[in-house]
C-alpha cells in the first residue's frame, strides 16, 4: 500500500499537490524503481474522481488505501475504502479499480476479454478484475474470509460514456463486481453510501491491515480438487486472460478443424502452473482430451501421488515431454507443456529403441501431439545444459508447419510473497540484470537474513518448522551425491561444511529410512534435514527457504567469480562453455534464492562472499523476522 488516510484527508493532499509526490516517493521506496509516466497519470487523473466523489457522498470520513496490495502477490487494487456498514454497523470495505478508457468492446463477443485501443493483447473486463480481486481477498485475508459478505467491488470507468463501453455490461455483475461510467455517477454514489456510513473507517481499515494472512493455497496441495472437482485458484487479471485465450482457442479448434500453438511467458511465480492446472482441470470436465507434460520428474510424479491418490486416470493426465515420440498428429485437443523452458534438442536418450529415433525435435513432437498445444515457460531458468525451451524455437517450429504462434506475457508475480523488491534484488545480486548488488531494504512482504553458519541457517529454520512454517534447505551442487545407498541403511551425509554434514536429498524413486524419495523432498516434511538441489527445488515453493551458497560462485573484489571446478554436477560436461557454466550456476541460484514465500535465509561457504552478503543485508532487515 503506498498510502493511506481519510477521504477527506487524501482530497486535501490533492488539492495542495502534495499526494502525488508522496506517492511518486513511496513507490519507489517500496518497489525499488520510479514509476513511470502513465502511472503517475493515471493518479492525477483518476484518484481525484474518486475522492470527489465520496466527498459529494458525506464520506469524508471513509478510510482510502491506495495502491492496496493484494497478500502473497505483486498485484495491487488501485483503492480499497474501508467503513462501517450503515445497516449491521460491521466493518465494510470495498475495492474500486480505476479506468481512463473512453471506449471498451467484447473480444469476439466475449464479455469476460475486452479490447482496448491502448492494448496490443486483450485485457479482462475491469467487471471480472475486480470480481478476482475481491474474491482473492476473501482467499487470504481473515478477516474477510470468515465474512465474505464485508467486501464489494466497483470498476469506475470515468472518461468513458455508456455507448462506448455498452458491451462490457454483458458480463454478470454481482456484488463482487460492477462496473460504473460517469454518467451512471448518481448509481455510483448511491453504491458507496449502501455500503459505507458516514463515520470513521480507521478500526476498519485498522482489522483489515492487521488481519491473519492465511497460507498460500499451495499448488500441490489443492491439485487433487483442482483436476477433480472444481476450480480451486483465483485467476487474477492477465493470469485469466491467459487461461481464457486458451480455451476459446480450444473452440476454435473444435468448431473450426483449427490448429494454433500458444505460448505463456513469465518469471518465477507469475502463476504459470496455476493456470496449467485451471486449464487441466476445466477441460477435464468438460470432456476435452488434454494432458499436462513436463521435463520435470519431481514436477510429475507430484502431480501424480498429489492430484491422482484416489484416481489412477488423473495419475495419467501428467506425462513427459519424452512421452510423445509415437503419438498421432492432433490425437490430443490440448497438451499443456508446463516449464517448457526445460525441452531437450531431442525425446531420444539410450534406452530408446531404434525405431524410434527419428532425430525429430522434441518441440516438433509436442506441436503434432495436439490441436492445441500450450507452452508455458520462464527462459531465464534454464539449468542445465541442452535446454533449448524459448519463445523463438517454439514460433520457427510452428511456422515451419504453417502455424500461427499467439504470444501471452505475464508479468505480476505470486511467489516470494509477492515481493517485486526481492525478485530484483535477487537478479542485481547474481549480475543477471545490469547495475550490480544493491542493499536490501525491507518491505513487509518477503524477509531476508544472512547467517553466519550451517548450523545457524538450520536452527532458525527449525525454529520457523515449530511455528508451524514449511521449511527447507538447498545448496548449489558443489559436493558429491551418494546415488547408492545399500538397503538399511541411513543416507550418506555427503553435505560437509566443517564440523556440519547432512545428505543430500533422497536420489532416486524409493523411500530411505524416512527421508521421502527425490519427486517429493520439497513437499514431503520428512524432507527437512535433507539438502536439496536445484532439480528439487524447481518448480516448488516453501514457506521458509534455506540456501547455501557453495564455493562455485564467490565475490572477489567487485564482481562475481565462478569456479567451475568446483562444481560436482555432472551435467557440466567439458565440452561446456565457460560462459554456459557461469550463466548456468547464476541460473541455478537464482532459482534456490526465489522458492522462498515468507523468507530467506543465506548462508556462503565463503568468507569474503558473507561479508559481501553482510554488507547488503544489514541487521535491520532481521528485525522483522518472527521470534
Not at 246 to 252: N, T, Y
Given at each position: 500500500?503506498?498510502f ?52 459529494d ?6 478510510e ?20 462501517v ?5 460491521a ?20 464479455p ?6 491502448a492494448?496490443?493483447q ?13 474474491r ?37 455483475q ?39 494472512i492465511?497460507p ?15 476450480e ?7 493470469q ?16 473450426a ?25 476445466e ?84 506441436i503434432d501431439?495436439?490441436k ?25 517450429a ?7 504462434t499467439r ?8 511467489r ?11 537478479v ?26 550451517p ?41 560437509v ?35 536439496g ?19 562455485d560462485?564467490?565475490?572477489?573484489g567487485d564482481?562475481?567469480v ?13 565440452s561446456?562453455p ?20 515468507v ?27 518472527p521470534?
Open positions: 500500500m503506498l493511506r488516510d481519510s477521504a477527506a484527508a487524501v482530497a486535501a493532499e490533492i488539492h495542495s499537490s502534495a499526494l502525488f509526490l508522496r506517492l511518486t516517493e513511496q513507490f519507489a521506496h517500496v518497489h525499488g524503481y520510479k514509476p513511470g509516466a502513465s502511472e503517475v497519470r493515471s493518479w492525477e487523473r483518476s484518484l481525484p474522481v474518486v475522492m470527489n466523489a465520496l466527498l457522498a458525506g464520506l469524508g470520513q471513509v482510502v488505501l491506495i495502491e492496496y496490495s493484494l497478500p502473497l502477490n505483486s498485484k495491487r487494487a488501485d483503492v480499497v475504502l474501508a467503513g456498514h450503515p445497516k449491521t454497523g466493518p465494510s470495505y470495498v475495492v474500486v479499480e480505476l479506468k481512463q478508457w473512453s471506449s471498451a468492446t467484447p473480444e469476439d463477443g466475449e469476460l476479454l475486452c479490447r482496448v485501443d492494448y496490443a486483450p485485457v479482462l473486463n475491469p467487471i471480472e478484475q475486480v470480481r478476482g480481486y475481491c482473492y481477498l476473501v482467499s487470504f485475508n481473515g478477516v474477510l474470509t470468515a465474512h465474505p459478505e464485508r467486501i464489494a467491488g466497483a470498476a469506475l470507468l470515468h472518461n468513458a460514456t455508456e455507448f462506448g463501453v455498452s458491451g462490457l455490461y454483458e458480463a454478470e454481482d456484488e463482487y463486481g460492477r462496473l460504473f461510467t460517469w454518467e451512471r455517477r448518481g448509481q455510483f454514489l448511491d453504491f458507496l453510501k449502501s455500503r459505507l456510513a458516514p463515520v470513521s473507517g480507521a478500526a476498519a481499515a485498522d482489522e483489515l491491515q492487521g488481519a491473519k492465511g498460500s493455497k499451495q499448488l500441490m496441495a489443492v491439485a487433487a480438487e483442482e483436476v477433480r472437482d472444481r480451486q485458484f483465483v485467476l487474477l487479471d492477465e485469466r486472460v491467459a487461461y481464457e485465450l486458451v480455451l476459446r482457442a480450444v473452440r476454435r479448434a473444435r468448431q478443424d483449427h490448429k494454433e500453438v500458444v505460448v505463456v511467458t513469465g518469471g518465477p511465480g507469475t502463476g504459470k502452473s496455476v493456470i496449467a492446472l485451471s486449464l487441466l482441470g477441460l477435464y470436465r468438460s470432456g476435452h482430451t488434454a494432458l499436462h507434460a513436463t521435463g520435470s520428474s519431481s514436477f510429475t510424479t507430484t502431480m501424480r501421488k498429489v492430484a491422482g491418490a484416489r484416481k489412477r486416470e488423473v495419475q495419467d493426465l501428467f506425462k513427459y515431454f519424452n512421452s510423445f515420440m509415437t503419438a498421432d498428429k492432433n490425437s490430443l485437443d490440448v497438451i499443456i507443456c508446463d516449464e517448457a523452458h526445460r525441452m531437450r534438442e531431442t525425446s531420444a536418450n539410450r534406452y530408446t529403441r531404434a525405431a524410434h529415433r527419428t532425430g525429430k525435435p522434441q518441440v516438433e513432437e509436442l501431439a495436439a492445441v498445444p500450450v507452452f508455458l515457460l520462464d527462459e531465464h531458468q534454464v539449468v542445465r545444459p541442452g535446454e533449448m525451451g524459448t519463445v523463438e524455437e517454439i514460433r520457427d510452428a511456422a515451419a508447419k504453417g502455424l500461427q504470444v501471452i506475457p505475464l508479468d505480476s508475480q505470486f516470494c510473497g509477492g515481493s517485486d523488491a526481492y525478485l530484483r534484488w535477487v542485481r545480486l547474481l549480475g543477471l540484470e545490469d547495475g550490480g548488488p544493491v542493499e536490501w531494504e525491507p518491505d513487509d512482504k518477503m524477509q531476508l537474513t544472512v547467517v553466519d553458519s548450523q545457524e541457517l538450520e536452527a532458525f529454520l527449525e525454529s520457523r518448522r515449530a511455528e508451524k512454517y514449511g521449511a527447507r534447505m538447498s545448496a548449489g551442487y558443489c559436493w558429491k551425491w551418494t546415488t547408492k545407498v545399500a538397503p538399511g541403511q541411513p543416507l550418506p551425509a555427503d553435505v561444511i566443517g564440523d556440519w554434514a547432512r545428505p543430500w536429498n533422497v536420489y532416486g524413486q524409493r523411500a530411505v529410512m524416512g527421508a521421502p524419495p527425490a519427486a517429493l523432498w520439497a513437499t514431503d516434511p520428512a524432507g527437512f534435514g535433507q539438502v538441489c536445484v532439480y528439487t527445488a524447481q518448480g516448488f515453493e516453501y514457506d521458509w527457504s534455506g540456501v547455501i551458497l557453495g564455493p560462485l564467490v565475490w572477489r564482481r562475481w565462478t569456479d567451475r571446478t568446483k562444481s560436482k554436477d555432472p551435467v557440466f560436461k567439458k561446456t565457460d560462459a554456459d557454466v557461469d550463466r548456468l550456476i547464476r541460473n541455478t541460484y537464482k532459482v534456490l534464492l526465489t522458492r522462498g514465500m523468507g530467506t535465509v543465506i548462508y556462503s561457504t565463503d568468507t569474503e562472499t558473507r561479508a559481501k552478503l553482510r554488507s547488503l543485508v544489514q541487521p535491520k532487515a532481521s528485525a522483522a523476522l521470534v
